[in-house]
């Protein structure tokens, strides 16, 4: 297809002070064959007006109200009413380069079906970006710009939600926005990860991500870090977890405790261990603490990693290492 269509779809609520620039920035891209799908999540203040001054203006701009409440009932409303070729998402607070649908479309097409197109992302914001939203930016844009994204897809959401595009039969093949699983982007991410469609490395800027205090990833309880625990649990069980290979927990902090509580619910046999001697041969939930070090005793072992600390992660990666053990099939960072 020479000139196919690509389909934008945008949840908003309450974003009235930034929509315009938003919009803005996709009636500005240099491809211009694209339907914006965007929906009214119950705002308050007038940015449904604003929105529907812009849809009289432009004919694909298209503006509905959700049916439902929140972002997936969004997007499976958006999604309904789409025709594109190609799917995209955005947020109604960022800003797209004015190449980004272009870039990820020539990607999309070279590479064909079963991939992923997505971009480099950069961190905007009044107030100023916070050296962990900074580190986060770093971290993300390395592996996209190598197309590992999946490699670390245990510790953080690896797709910026709002940053990707992808063949609309790929999207419906994983069962698009229907699973109601929040955070939505990241149990997207992993489902893309579970079929097997491969990220298309980039080294372009595709997406201006703005922070601010009242941002839902922020402030919203869907969002919060037990959410993303719930997620990483849920798909390594599903895609990971063999049952005839001894399970282990590293780690026994605040993650670690919990993991151990939401295993233990759910009849789930594993090892506990760290490198606290303090903690070493107590027991916690009624499972014995032993040393790291009886991992080499523990043939054919998953090892859940819950350490957060940086340099002990370096640390931790070295001793598997000495064991010759794969990241991703032998071990997987949960932080």
Known sequence: MQNPLISILIPFKNTQVFLSECLDSIINQTYSNWELLIIDDNSTDSSYKLVENYAKKDKR???YKNEGSGII??????????????ITR???????????????LNNLQLHGKNHIATGLVSYFSAEGISDGYRKYEQWLNSLTTNGINYSEIYKECVIPSPCWMINR????????????????DYDLTFRFYEANYKVIPSDKILHLWRDYGTRASRTDANYAENSFLDIKLHYFLKIEYNN???????????????????????????QWICDNPKKIGKHIYDVEMKPFN???????SQTIVSVANKDEQVLIRSYFSKLNKESMLDYFFFC
Do not use: C, Q
Not at 294 to 300: G, K, Q, S
């Open 61 to 63: 701009i298209t503006l």
């Open 73 to 86: 009932d969004a997007l499976k409303l958006a999604f309904s009413k789409s025709k594109g070729d190609y």
């Open 90 to 104: 955005m947020d109604s607070d960022d800003i797209m380069p004015n190449i980004k649908l272009e870039t990820l």
């Open 169 to 184: 039969e790929d999207l419906l093949t994983i069962d698009a926005f229907n699973p109601t699983r929040y955070p939505e």
């Open 244 to 270: 005839s290979r001894p399970l282990v927990i590293w780690g026994a902090g605040k993650k670690g405790k919990t993991i151990a509580k939401k295993l233990i619910a759910l009849n789930i046999p594993f």
């Open 294 to 300: 009886d991992l080499e005793t523990i043939e054919h």
